[in-house]
């Protein structure tokens, strides 16, 4: 079966430290999207992409960038890492639209991030 | 600006009584009206959508949802409430335009079941 996944499961990292966040979805999905989950907040927006070597900034794309070098995969790096950015974080992917009615969103289980 | 609200943060029911999730978006057209449930631990699992056409749409597990243009509303029901629904609920929509996916979520809605 198809799916999405997301490693690692948990995290646990230091303030200035890079860290990658990876994301594989197996549905051959053109669009992908990164979001983090807070509480009070739902689910924002970090970043997406509608296809390979394409990426776009979402709601909240400070201090994270992303890379789509090919159809299954999506990583988000944060560039150093600050306490603010300790989270849940949600990959999620669909297939292309080009029409005037939209498929839904695939989730993946989620990668929490502790940055001490 | 685009919103979806979600004015109940946490609801606490009792098992077997009925259900109603409120939701509602602002938009300067018709979005796209999407549910969402969330588990302890896990992802989001879509429970339902609407995107035209009859304005009650059925979903899993027994759920439905009921969109009302004059309301701006896109609320889910469900009329007997089982212990296994205990979860987060999100509402979100999608702008309604073609090469667009994003989806904007509500807040959520945490259920509490009691036997």
């Known amino acids: 079966d198809a799916e999405i996944t997301q490693s690692p499961r948990h995290k646990i990292t230091e303030t200035g430290r890079q860290v990658t966040l990876a994301c594989h979805q197996t549905?051959?999905?053109?669009?992908m999207f990164w979001y983090r989950q807070d509480l009070g907040h739902g689910l924002r927006l970090i970043h997406y992409s509608y296809g390979v070597q394409d990426t776009n900034k979402g709601e909240v794309s400070d201090g994270y960038s992303v890379s789509r070098s090919n159809t299954e995969d999506l990583p988000l790096t944060l560039e150093s890492a600050a306490s603010s950015q300790t989270s849940v974080y949600f990959c999620a992917s669909s297939t292309d639209l080009g029409k005037t009615s939209t498929d839904t969103q695939y989730f993946g289980p989620g990668t929490r991030l502790t940055v001490l | 600006a685009q919103s979806v609200t979600q004015p109940d943060i946490h609801i606490t029911v009792s098992e077997g009584a009925s259900l109603e999730l409120r939701c509602n978006y602002s938009y300067g057209a018709t979005p796209y009206l999407f549910w969402y449930v969330q588990s302890p631990g896990q992802g989001l699992q879509l429970l339902l959508k609407y995107f035209s056409g009859d304005t009650l749409v059925q979903g899993i597990k027994g759920f439905e949802a009921e969109f009302k243009r004059s309301q701006s509303s896109f609320n889910l029901r469900k009329p007997s409430v089982h212990w296994s629904d205990a979860a987060e609920y999100f509402c979100?929509?999608?702008?309604?335009?073609?090469?667009?996916?994003?989806?904007?979520f509500g807040t959520g809605t945490r259920l509490q079941v009691f036997p």
């Open positions: 979100a929509v999608a702008p309604p335009l073609i090469y667009t996916d994003k989806l904007i």
């Open positions: 549905w051959n999905h053109n669009n």
